[in-house]
């Protein structure tokens, strides 16, 4: 008889093996444990199981098992190693819940939210503020709840022989109205922000993950009043506040005689964060041989559309800038150079050509130099680049960038005319085989067709080009095309899709 019971007993736990996923499988599992425990199986009390199968029976606990588990930091990818801890979001004796941010980190490439994988009580803060934790070594204690229920001190009865159906139904249940909801942190960040519920959208990524594209549809489709996960008429929602304006240009400093100072002391600080970033960076792209291309572009015309654009994006919360024009003119120009939105692959014998234009934008932020990249410009209005440069602008100033905005780019712009320059000589970012430096406009006079003197605004650009795979003609070619499209902006309807 303890040998059919024992047989029994391992038959049921393969087949909810089965059934359950996640924590439902993590707690029937200590649920059948916990049963095979109290009905005495295995040593001196294996006569005294009675099969399920033969004669029902329910049986009752009534407390919490209690584990404490460490919560170790994991693989947040692109070869991190190291993180410093920029500020953690509990203490320790904090309640925490699955998904609850338990701290903000620091790499050489991001800023990430680390979450809480597990329900339960923080015990122990292994790193103090600024300190650097290592991948794969714990982060924090967490005291776990071991039982089989949500809640705590809860008598809860069990019938095993209907157990197996009504996890079925569980299941079903989690999968139609409660489906897992797959995104990373940057994009649960994006849809708190906007106060979306993720799992009212519908995500178009890998297993149904939901992308940062899906949280801009949805915000759209809940502007026009209809959910485009549901198809079904939903209240409007808020606008969302226009951003701050940006601080006035900082003025040109004067030279200032002073007394010579007394000699202080030498002193040594650590290398780390978005400045650990560039030291790699930069040192990848010496390996690099670069070539420059200068030129001038006439932007008196888009100057001229910018101040009505402008009025009309204010309106809708949205600060227009030259960049979203700038931007989408070089992704229509890369439609025709695509050699300039590729990589190399590691051993020099591959031309991987990208099929979307990630345009990053060069950005000097409090934590240094950043370069976060809007994805698929190729597919996006201007009126959409804006808004997402605005909401990257946002993060930057507030040292929230994360992994999915700071990496993937495949072609890069930089404005040094926002800080006063006009030409430069950019370093291209690997694996990105080609950059470009914008100057500030300025107001000159320039001859006009018949010889008259007119008032112009001339912009400079200096681009920088991988001379392994790119030669002066393409960079040239290219240039032009994307110059012709900003001295006259209205062509650049003929080439949107």
Aim: positive net charge; aromatic residues 6%; proline residues 5%.
């Amino acid at each position: 008889m303890a040998t059919i019971s024992t047989r029994l007993v391992n038959s049921s736990i393969r087949k909810l093996r089965l059934v359950v996923c996640g924590v439902a499988k993590r707690r029937l599992y200590q649920t059948v444990s916990a049963a095979r425990h109290i009905s005495g199986i295995g040593g001196e009390n294996k006569q005294k199981f009675i099969p399920t199968a033969l004669q029902p029976r329910y049986f009752q606990t009534s407390s919490a098992l209690q584990e404490v588990v460490q919560f170790k930091l994991s693989d947040i990818g692109e070869g991190i190693r190291e993180v410093i801890i920029k500020e953690w979001y509990v203490s320790e004796g904090d309640k925490v819940s699955q998904f609850d941010s338990i701290c903000e980190v620091q790499s050489d490439k991001a800023s990430v939210t680390i979450t809480s994988r597990y329900d339960g009580i923080i015990k122990k803060l292994h790193y103090d503020v600024d300190g650097t934790a290592l991948v794969g070594e714990p982060l924090v204690d967490i005291e776990t709840e071991g039982a089989i229920s949500h809640k705590q001190e809860e008598d809860v009865e069990v019938d095993i022989s209907s157990k197996e159906q009504r996890l079925e139904d569980h299941a079903m249940q989690m999968t139609t109205s409660g489906r897992k909801v797959l995104a990373t942190p940057a994009v649960r960040r994006l849809a708190m922000e906007n106060k979306i519920h993720l799992k009212d959208v519908e995500g178009t990524g890998k297993d149904g993950r939901i992308l940062k594209e899906d949280i801009t549809r949805h915000i759209e489709s809940l502007d026009h009043g209809v959910s485009a996960f549901t198809g079904k008429q939903v209240a409007p929602q808020a606008p969302i506040s226009p951003p701050k304006a940006d601080r006035a240009p900082a003025p040109t400093p004067i030279p200032i005689l002073r007394a010579p100072a007394p000699v202080g002391k030498d002193y040594t600080q650590p290398i780390k964060g978005m400045q650990k970033a560039m030291v790699k960076t930069m040192s990848m792209a010496l390996k690099i041989p670069h070539f420059g291309y200068y030129d001038e572009i006439d932007v008196t015309t888009l100057v001229n559309l910018r101040k009505d654009l402008k009025k009309v994006t204010e309106k809708r919360g949205i600060k227009f800038s030259y960049m979203p024009v700038f931007i989408k003119a070089a992704s229509l120009a890369l439609n025709q150079f695509p050699v300039l939105n590729s990589s190399i692959d590691d051993k020099v014998e591959n031309v991987i050509v990208k099929a979307s234009h990630n345009i990053g934008v060069a950005m000097d932020t409090a934590d240094g130099l950043t370069v976060p990249n809007i994805k698929n410009v190729q597919s996006q209005s201007i009126f959409e680049l804006a808004a997402e440069l605005n909401r990257l602008q946002q993060l930057g100033s507030a040292g929230k960038l994360g992994t999915a905005e700071l990496t993937g780019g495949t072609f890069t712009l930089s404005n040094i005319g926002s800080i006063g320059g006009t030409y430069a000589r950019p370093v291209i970012l690997p694996p990105e085989v080609a950059i470009g430096a914008i100057g500030r406009i300025q107001a000159v006079p320039r001859f006009d067709r018949d010889g008259n003197v007119r008032k112009a605004h001339i912009m400079q650009v200096s681009w920088s080009a991988d001379h392994r795979i790119i030669d002066g003609a393409t960079m040239a070619r290219f240039s032009n095309l994307w110059k012709m499209y900003l001295e006259n902006p209205t062509t650049m309807i003929l080439d949107l899709k």
